[in-house]
């Protein structure tokens, strides 16, 4: 073999180790890049639909008139005015419009504070609790906990915890969770 031939055979074999080193590194930034990808559009498949709206509707019911509840006063489809009435009456539509507002407040908090994926079902259920419950308190729930940590049964179960108003046990808010919890594991 002659030394041309060498050395053009010896600059194709480093240029092929190069291009395998290249490629190697780059598979493994586009692989970790797809694993990221697919992890977060997991959680991004997920979010408020019609299914989550009416999961609301069923357990807060429609009040074209303001009503008090436990902290205030609220309207619509369980929309919190305040200590006091801001608006007299309104029509099922306004309060379908209000209540997907209020609704995207919550489905960000599910979406912040729940770190595994989720499916569109559990999603549904941990935003209708967020909604019936407060941002603050669904963030510090251990339903978010558990399911956090990975233990899907545990968050499930801890659903039950939230069937008090004031302290006081409320049966209305017992069926609610058991409802949940069931939307949840299906």
Excluded at 14 to 43: D, P, R
Excluded at 52 to 79: C, R, V
Excluded at 96 to 118: M, T
């Amino acid at each position: 073999m002659k030394r041309d031939e060498k050395l053009l055979l010896l600059f194709f074999g480093l240029a092929g180790f190069g291009a395998y080193l290249w490629f190697s590194q780059t598979g493994k930034q586009l692989a970790q890049e797809a694993a990221t990808q697919i992890e977060t559009g997991v959680k991004r498949l997920v979010d408020i639909t019609d299914s989550t709206l009416q999961t609301i509707i069923g357990f807060e019911g429609f009040s074209a008139k303001p009503y008090p509840d436990a902290k205030g006063w609220s309207i619509g489809y369980g929309h919190y005015m305040g200590p006091s009435p801001t608006m007299q009456s309104m029509t099922r539509a306004e309060a379908y419009d209000l209540l997907r507002d209020d609704v995207a407040k919550f489905s960000d908090r599910v979406k912040r504070v729940i770190q595994q994926p989720v499916t569109q079902n559990q999603f549904d259920a941990m935003v209708s609790l967020a909604y019936n419950i407060g941002e603050t308190a669904f963030s510090a729930s251990s339903v978010a906990r558990y399911f956090n940590k990975g233990d899907v049964y545990a968050a499930a179960d801890a659903f039950r915890l939230w069937n008090k108003s004031g302290g006081a046990y409320v049966p209305a808010l017992a069926a609610r969770r058991e409802s949940e919890r069931a939307l949840f594991l299906a």
